[in-house]
């Protein structure tokens, strides 16, 4: 039974932290949910019972075992080093460590042996890269992987909460005929897709878009894989999509494909277009697993593939990910 | 001076149809607004007058030199043979004739001189395709082109008023709790995304990605190029948004492509991604140009690009083009 901390657990993510925690069973002999001063005194439940939140601190650490952390990058990095000290294992939500080549980044139906090597501080990846890699490792194990094209169609819940009362407010009063001015986004997010996920590279892609492609790259030890991304805000609100043309080694046919993806770990393929069966944001909301349909034979080119994966970005794209992080440091000994 | 019809004329992009006949000042003496009989006996105004729709018949089109059809492939094919037969000649803006060999599908920022050879029938093209090849075209020149791959973020006033009526009224329930069966599309649209536009075919793709594909191919002139499309429907009420990562013959820059961009007719660059500077469907909506950004090199192909093209596609997508038919139809003289 262990001591665990969430940080950051009043937020969008940290929430479902909790949740998850608590649905998986996790042996948990005391929770602390840990927030900013601003949240601290809030009170969270878990198991039914009120836990109070405390404010994070670097001594908020001491006797725990495993801090999961979802307070932003910044806040990553004060008190990471902090609980590592103390004693826990830091399994960090934000991008602040990710590609830090001292610190494993695991997606554990991926590269869950990643895990043994951690000194301290384990990554989880970004909410695309995630469900991404859970449908390409597969089909890159069977027939090798030469290039992924995607394009996302990210829900508001990414941003956080402030995001999703963002997307509500303004599609109310947009549909009243009196619309607020945008506060969290640049530009409306109601009825409008921006194609502008955290800030402008030199090389013109966003920090989302190079994200995907170099924790695509790091999840599936393939530190050469050609990846491209456009990533874009869609008024959703929660489940990331993402459209999929892939290039493989060696050829593998749209039958092939969705007989290695339906025994995939993880994974659960909708794929029966005449049935109107393919992955959908709001099917997927409050589920662990990745979904994958639309499977075809790319016409474009000689070994390609096209499909469409859904995940619920709090879920399998952070909190759950991070929970299946917990579950495999205790179960294989790796605390 | 001329006689024009406009067949589906209470129909989402009729309506737009008449308004860009009179912005554009287009040398009108008569309209005839045709519609089913069910919409028949409506008002329509233009130039400030109201205009009764009568029935769309066999014996509708009388003395009509130009006749404009948007309400849907069934009646195009049914009605556009007696209207050419009364002398007319038909922009058609379904999908009815657009691969028929012997009509010229155009856009004419594309390929103007097309309409010199038509029959009778002018095809109007795919409200994604028709965006695309503005953006496309100067690069093909330039560089050469050799593969498309897009994933499109269209809006529902593509499928019409009544999924229009749809969204609205399915997010207003939504956000109040109560929401309404879909009956438009076969899932929610509200805070969705639907990656399913028309219907399947054997090979996994949609017919609407079928057509972006065959007609992209017929606008370039290039029979053979390369092209994949994953289409998906997103709760936005008009304007499309496209993902665009293209290969070209030749390697082209970024600051190239942009180059080539800013004098291409029809097409308005927003790339100024520091200044949250990009196309926006909201930001086109009722506009007649085609938005282009977001342009960069594509990390995973040496003669790669990537861009985000947005066009209105009630405008640009179907009733500006048309207008733009017949506009070079009158002035180059080849009614």
Redesign the interface.
Known sequence: MFDVAVAGATGAVGSVMIRVLEERGFPVTRLRPLASARSAGKEVEYLGKPFRVEELREDSFEGCQIALFSAGGARSRAFAPAAVEAGAVVIDNSSAYRMDEAVPLVVPEVNESAIEGHTGIIANPNCVAAPLVVALKPIADAVGLE???I?S?QSVSGTGAAAIEE??TQ??GY?AGDEPEPEVY???IA??????IDV?GE????GEETKV?NETRKLLGMPDL???A?C?R????RGH?I?A?IETTDALS?DGARNLLTAAPGLILRDE??G?V?????EAEDRDEVFV?????????PR?L?M?IVGDNLRKGAATNAVQIAESLVTNGWL
């Open positions: 290039r992924v094209v394009t169609c997307l509500r599609s109310a549909l640049p530009h409306p009825f409008n897709a921006l194609p502008h402008f090389d013109g892609y966003t492609r050609a990846v491209s456009t874009v869609i008024p959703v609100m999509s459209a043309h749209a277009p005449g109107n393919y992955p959908l944001a709001r349909g639309r499977i075809r034979e790319d016409s474009s080119h390609g096209a469409w």
